[in-house]
C-alpha cells in the first residue's frame, strides 16, 4: 500500500519532439509506503506518445534525489 499524505510538483519541463514528447519534473512528498516512510524530493522522467489523437504515458521513472524521512 502506498499511502501519499501530501504532494507537490515543483517544476516542470516539457520537451516536445512532435509525436513523442518528455516531461520531467521534480516534486515533494510525504508518503507511507508498506508502513514505512518515504518522505523526500524526487525527480519524475516521464515519456509521452500521441496515439490517435490523445496523449499517453509509455514510461516513467521515479528516483530520490534527497531524503527527509525519520
Same mark, same amino acid.
Given at each position: 500500500?502506498?499511502?501519499?499524505?501530501?504532494?507537490?510538483?515543483?517544476?516542470?519541463?516539457?520537451?516536445?519532439?512532435?509525436?513523442? @514528447?518528455? @516531461?520531467?519534473?521534480?516534486?515533494? /512528498?510525504? @508518503?507511507?509506503?508498506?508502513?514505512?516512510?518515504?518522505?523526500?524530493?524526487?525527480?519524475?522522467?516521464?515519456?509521452?506518445?500521441?496515439?490517435?489523437?490523445?496523449? /499517453?504515458?509509455? @514510461?516513467?521513472?521515479?528516483? &530520490? &534525489?534527497?531524503?527527509?524521512?525519520?
Amino acid at each position: 500500500v502506498y499511502e501519499i499524505k501530501t504532494f507537490k510538483l515543483n517544476n516542470i519541463d516539457v520537451r516536445d519532439y512532435g509525436g513523442t @514528447a518528455v @516531461a520531467v519534473c521534480d516534486y515533494t /512528498q510525504e @508518503a507511507v509506503v508498506r508502513g514505512k516512510p518515504r518522505a523526500g524530493n524526487f525527480l519524475i522522467t516521464d515519456t509521452w506518445v500521441n496515439r490517435d489523437g490523445r496523449w /499517453q504515458v509509455v @514510461a516513467r521513472s521515479s528516483i &530520490m &534525489m534527497e531524503s527527509r524521512e525519520r
